[in-house]
């Protein structure tokens, strides 16, 4: 595959770690999904060998903010469980990211070492009952008294959230300003009055997820990320970060699938013949292939291009348009697979099915698919002579 000549050597090296740990450690994939248990005995052990440290800084203990490498990981882990590999996203690429990217020098000390070795579990609150897609109007409220913020206000659809340790949490903090005055938080569980309901979902079910509600919650001054009214904008750089990280998971539900269905399709008699010398199967199977090298090489290049350029908004287009048809893609592809199986792909002791059902999530997830064009038409419309 040309998109595999794309892997730097220390890209090789950290795929070749998280396949080889997986292949001993991922037994129990479809079992952890149907019980929707989370496997934490397996937290320490990926911090052993650097996993919960991606896109972290190396002198704090990670493995550098490096977000191709990032991708990566999301990738490979996703082929053997996509919802253990959106459990270590939310907790590194969505809210320790954040506090390494835009803390400062004792935030991060403070935190990033216990995120980085798994000692703690990290969660980013964003998503509010009445809050989806208009993220820059959080209902949940901060008000400074003193020293400290008391925060109140609820959280939902929240990763990590039963086992969390640390919240980024974000809050309105002025509700006379006319500019959206919304601030960025570290709050521990630790701080008190904070109760946590586990949600049951479609999909992602080995992924804890849950509603965060805050109940006059004291947050010293120094935990507040940025100025006040910094909010926003920590919100949607780390929002950029997401959408490119977390695409490798369906990079990897699209690998999964093609490697699922053409092993079956391969073994598979009907009719005298093996099923992948049929041009219909050939068809679906060529479909997934291709799918995976475009979605592929453009993720790749698209992670290599915001290491050189972090935080730089050019990126906001592309970043929408690799999540929105990388998406599309993985539940297309997810759904081939089962089709190609035919009524061994609709059992739940086979992966397709379940990558079927996580894949959706990211159609959904950090901004929907109608947010992604929006974002991306927005861009058309300031820049159409660029293109």
Not at 10 to 21: L, Q, R, S, Y
Not at 62 to 72: E, H, K, R, S
Not at 252 to 276: C, D, N, T, V
Request: glycine residues 10%; contains cysteine; charged residues 25%.
């Amino acid at each position: 595959m040309i998109s595999k000549q794309l892997l730097t050597d220390e890209a090789k090296n950290i795929m070749e770690t998280v396949h080889k740990f997986c292949e001993k450690e991922f037994k129990d994939t479809l079992k952890w999904d149907a019980e929707q248990y989370m496997p934490y005995e397996l937290w320490g052990k990926m911090g052993e060998i650097g996993l919960t440290g991606i896109m972290l800084d190396s002198e704090l203990g990670g493995l550098g903010d490096d977000l191709f490498l990032a991708t990566v990981v999301m990738e490979e882990m996703a082929v053997y469980s996509p919802a253990i590999g959106m459990t270590l996203g939310a907790h590194t690429i969505l809210a320790g990211s954040v506090i390494n990217r835009k803390g400062n020098k004792a935030q991060k000390e403070k935190y990033i070492p216990d995120i980085a070795a798994g000692k703690k579990v990290a969660a980013l609150c964003i998503t509010e009952p009445e809050v989806g897609c208009d993220a820059g109007h959080p209902k949940t409220k901060a008000v400074k008294k003193g020293d400290y913020y008391i925060i109140n206000g609820n959280k939902t659809f929240i990763t990590n959230a039963p086992h969390a340790d640390i919240f980024v949490v974000y809050a309105t903090t002025d509700e006379t300003s006319k500019k959206r005055n919304v601030s960025a938080f570290i709050v521990e569980k630790g701080f008190g009055n904070i109760t946590v309901n586990k949600l049951n979902k479609m999909g992602m079910r080995a992924s804890p997820t849950g509603e965060v509600y805050f109940d006059n919650v004291e947050v010293p001054v120094e935990n507040r990320l940025g100025e006040e009214g910094d909010g926003v904008y920590i919100m949607m750089s780390g929002l950029d970060v997401e959408r490119i990280g977390l695409s490798g998971e369906n990079i990897g539900i699209m690998k999964g699938s093609l490697k699922a269905a053409s092993e079956y399709a391969a073994h598979r008699m009907q009719f005298g013949r093996h099923i992948i010398k049929y041009q219909f199967i050939q068809d679906k199977l060529a479909y997934m292939y291709t799918q995976l090298e475009l979605n592929r090489c453009y993720l790749y290049t698209l992670a290599n291009e915001w290491n050189k350029n972090k935080g730089s908004r050019a990126l906001r287009a592309p970043t929408a348009a690799v999540k929105l048809q990388s998406a599309k893609a993985a539940v297309k592809c997810a759904e081939e697979a089962i089709q190609i199986m035919g009524g061994a792909g609709y059992m739940q002791d086979t992966m397709p099915q379940m990558y079927w059902r996580d894949a959706k999530l990211y159609t959904i997830g950090a901004g929907t698919s109608e947010m992604m064009k929006l974002i991306i038409a927005k861009d058309l419309e300031d820049h159409y002579t660029t293109y």
